[in-house]
């Protein structure tokens, strides 16, 4: 049976600081062992398969790019439809809190 690697012992391995990988570990972003009520225990099997399954290939950030390219094509081909910009969520947001803070004065 493999040996269960400490809190330091991975913040090492990850070369993450401890507290990174306890709060990861409390959220449950990773996977763990927990013994007790605050002790936590890992095995390197596991944060392998972890890492493996976070890792984005090559391809996968080829087929974002083409998503985003082709998001932008048709954001412009709405917007010389409309004859005006579309605004961006952060607009919209920022006019909404306004008019909102308009009513309540």
């Known amino acids: 049976m493999e040996r269960l690697m400490k809190v330091d012992e991975v913040a090492q391995y990850l070369r993450l600081n401890r507290e990174v990988v306890l709060r ?3 959220k449950g972003e990773i996977p ?3 013994l007790g009520t605050r002790s936590y225990r890992f095995y390197k099997e596991q944060l ?3 890492l ?3 890792a984005t290939s090559v391809s996968s950030k080829e087929q974002q790019l083409a998503v ?3 998001a ?3 954001q412009a081909e709405m917007a010389t439809r409309l004859g005006k910009p579309l605004p961006g969520s952060a607009e919209e947001i920022r006019a909404l809190r306004e008019e ?3 009513r309540a004065s």
């Open 52 to 54: 493996k399954s976070r």
């Open 68 to 70: 985003l390219a082709e």
């Open 24 to 26: 990861k570990a409390r």
């Open 100 to 102: 909102r803070a308009r």
């Open 48 to 50: 392998d398969e972890w």
């Open 32 to 34: 763990t062992v927990k």
């Open 72 to 74: 932008r094509k048709l």
